[in-house]
């Protein structure tokens, strides 16, 4: 990814080499904020040199990583630095002078797992924009009837029970396509050899793909599917309803929060209940037009102009301006 070119003149780019996760992350990126003495600082993530005493605004996504395992990586590591993780979202929710989530939904979990003041925590809604690049049609799609998801393959986006529904599916609809886009890793790999178990057809792992391409995806599925059982606002769905994708979507955490009525939801722990409602999109055209129509709305509720200055206020409050 190029980097960040600022217009604006008041911004300066100062290069930070110290690696996330490690002790020169606490030790040696600490040192160069002592140097910098910043009136404040924004971490946009809870991992942070932990012992940094100047002021702070945390954004904190969610607690996901506190309440899943990942199978791609050694269990006992994993496990110990989970551990870790935990003690981390704790002190840096008590030590910041302000803590941003981006949902209503975040805030509660936060205020509960840490035991800080809710008024310390500000929700700023984030917001979803149509991809710019030209739609490019992914080879092999076109002109096929498919629903996708994009994202990562962890165990919290369950893709499994979606697997699991579209084998479900394929009775009702035998020539449709399951669609899972997005980076492979050790995930994916998973998720690939027990479609090869199962000798399941139609199911197609497209690696990474281009806006362009994505674009295309989101414009031409039968319905756009985000079976998660963890999420801090859920982007991918609402950007797929930017391009006026109807969406089948897991009810847990936050969704209903973000999405309101303009999705078909199913419980993401029942499987056929998950093929239910995709099915639902696929054979109802009243429905499917329904969800259209209420994604504009939706999305149009969202703006990153109004998240900036929400932020911007924070940062005020904090330096008592």
Known sequence: MAAAKFTNTRFTKVACPHKEFTFDEQIGFKKQLDGLKPALVHFGMVQQPVWYRGKVVTTMQDLTTVRFRNPSKNPVAFTLKQQVYKWVNKRVARKSDAIITPTQFVKDDIVNFT?????KVTVTYEAADRLAETAQPVPGLENVQFIMYLGRPTPHKNLARLIDAFTILQQQFPELRLVLAGKKDKNYQLHEARVRELKLKNVIFTGFISDGQLRWLYEHCAAYVFPSLSEGFGLPALEAMAHGAPVACSNATCLPEVYGDAVHYFDPLDVTDVAT???????????????????TAQVNKYSWERMAKQTLAVYKQVLGE
């Open 115 to 119: 035991g800080i003041d809710p008024a």
């Open 277 to 295: 409602k995709i099915a639902d999109i696929l054979s109802n055209p009243g429905l499917r037009k329904a969800l259209i129509t209420g994604d």
